[in-house]
């Protein structure tokens, strides 16, 4: 089954659902390594990304998606905000005019927002960041964009938890946690956990 805007949209506020349920964990993840704000910026980004969806009607998945990243770029601090921002942007790119995403075009989109990812923050895999979600989730991604939107979604998700679970034993080399060097180590980072729980959200969504 092929994914409508309305149907993004539902994805969107299903996600804002989870991300408002694991913010504490997010906030602790990011307490241990960081400034403590990834759960709380990402909250009130989706939640914003709600309130705008409440007053505007998308026509097409590129729409919606366009729409999620504006306002995460203009109500989101800290770095969440703009490589959130930069991925849903390169997304809705990628969707184009089309009507409907299926799997190979959600595949294409997912290959792009990592590609921002990876533009805007200078991270590769290894750095224990996002990334290190993203790359395997759009491997597995890739893997299966023959499946259906559910199974493609899924095989990301999946990745992107094994990838997220990497992160603690890594030392990260980029953002704030950096600077804590091998005293990082042991912690998640709580920007892979959240993608790894967004996907997931997508992924459930999609069902």
Same mark, same amino acid.
């Given at each position: 089954m092929a994914c409508t805007a309305e149907t993004l949209?539902?994805?969107?506020?299903? /996600? /804002? =659902? %989870?991300?408002?349920?694991?913010?504490? *964990?997010? @906030?602790?993840?990011?307490r241990a390594i960081g400034d403590a704000d990834h759960g709380e910026n990402l909250d009130r980004g989706f939640t914003a990304i709600v309130s705008a969806l409440d007053t505007a009607s998308p026509e097409t998945? $590129?729409? @919606? =998606? &366009?729409?999620? $990243?504006?306002t995460l770029i203009? &109500? @989101?601090g800290g770095?969440?905000?703009?490589?959130?921002? !930069?991925?849903?942007?390169?997304?809705? %790119?990628?969707?184009?005019? /089309?009507?409907e995403m299926d799997g190979p075009l959600l595949v294409e989109a997912l290959r792009a927002a990592l590609e921002g990812v990876q533009a805007r923050g200078k991270a590769v895999g290894g750095d224990? !960041?996002?990334v290190d979600a993203l790359i395997p989730? @759009? #491997?597995a991604a890739e893997e299966a964009s023959g499946e259906d939107l559910a199974a493609v979604l899924t095989a990301a998700a999946d990745a992107a938890d094994k990838g997220a679970e990497s992160t603690v034993d890594l030392v990260p080399r980029k953002g704030r946690a #950096?600077?804590?060097? *091998?005293?990082a180590k042991g912690h998640m980072d709580p920007g892979a956990r959240s993608t790894a729980l967004l996907l997931r959200a997508f992924a459930e969504a999609a069902k």
């Amino acid at each position: 089954m092929a994914c409508t805007a309305e149907t993004l949209a539902a994805a969107l506020r299903a /996600a /804002a =659902v %989870v991300i408002a349920e694991h913010r504490a *964990e997010l @906030v602790d993840l990011d307490r241990a390594i960081g400034d403590a704000d990834h759960g709380e910026n990402l909250d009130r980004g989706f939640t914003a990304i709600v309130s705008a969806l409440d007053t505007a009607s998308p026509e097409t998945p $590129a729409a @919606v =998606v &366009k729409l999620a $990243a504006t306002t995460l770029i203009s &109500k @989101v601090g800290g770095a969440a905000g703009p490589l959130y921002g !930069t991925a849903f942007l390169r997304a809705s %790119v990628k969707l184009g005019t /089309a009507a409907e995403m299926d799997g190979p075009l959600l595949v294409e989109a997912l290959r792009a927002a990592l590609e921002g990812v990876q533009a805007r923050g200078k991270a590769v895999g290894g750095d224990a !960041t996002m990334v290190d979600a993203l790359i395997p989730a @759009v #491997s597995a991604a890739e893997e299966a964009s023959g499946e259906d939107l559910a199974a493609v979604l899924t095989a990301a998700a999946d990745a992107a938890d094994k990838g997220a679970e990497s992160t603690v034993d890594l030392v990260p080399r980029k953002g704030r946690a #950096s600077y804590l060097g *091998e005293r990082a180590k042991g912690h998640m980072d709580p920007g892979a956990r959240s993608t790894a729980l967004l996907l997931r959200a997508f992924a459930e969504a999609a069902k």
